[in-house]
């Protein structure tokens, strides 16, 4: 176990966080809740929020949700435009390969945000904090070495 420091909406918190040892790659890993991002302080849910306003409701980061810096806010927003077509095609074929279900979003006209909850739907529902929560559980159960918005592992 080790410390973990989150910034939410009521202040600091603290969390004890589990690690466990892989024997095959001879590495400690971290077992993180869906809302804890890897390397991010901030909640999934608060960056969701955050992003959700600039990309979707197309607020400017300066008034998006949330008490972090604005330079925070357009970071966040910037790798969620450079991520999200990747995770969409990565969470489709994670449908089409248990499943057989696809979707026709290719070339559709729409929100990264609409994308994402579209390409999700094909997927069965699972108990999260929120929809990037539902995505990275999704993510991590497939061993994709893909995170939203959180570094990949080298």
């Known amino acids: ?17 589990a690690r466990y040892y892989c024997q095959r790659c001879k590495r400690t890993h971290a077992v993180l809740t869906d809302f804890i991002s890897p390397y991010n302080h ?5 960056i969701e929020e955050a992003v959700e306003d600039v990309v ?10 949330g008490e972090q ?5 357009k970071r966040w927003v910037k790798t969620f435009k450079l ?15 248990l499943y057989g279900k696809t979707s026709s979003i290719v070339g ?19 108990l999260s904090c929120c929809l990037f929560g539902k995505i990275n559980t999704w993510l991590t159960v497939e061993n994709t070495n893909l995170w939203l918005l959180g570094k990949k592992s080298t």
């Not at 176990?1 to 966080?17: A, N």
């Not at 979707?56 to 949700?65: F, Q, T």
Request: hydrophobic residues 30%; aromatic residues 8%; charged residues 30%.
């Open 69 to 73: 810096d604005i330079s925070t806010t």
């Open 56 to 65: 979707e409701k197309r607020i400017s980061p300066e008034y998006a949700e």
């Open 42 to 46: 901030y909640p999934a849910k608060v």
């Open 108 to 126: 559709e006209i729409g929100s990264c945000f609409s994308r994402l909850k579209t390409v999700l739907k094909l997927l069965p529902d699972i």
């Open 83 to 97: 991520l999200s077509s990747e995770i969409s095609g990565t969470l489709e074929s994670i449908a089409f390969r």
């Open 1 to 17: 176990m080790y410390p973990r420091k989150l910034k939410t909406p009521e202040g600091k918190k603290e969390l004890s966080i």
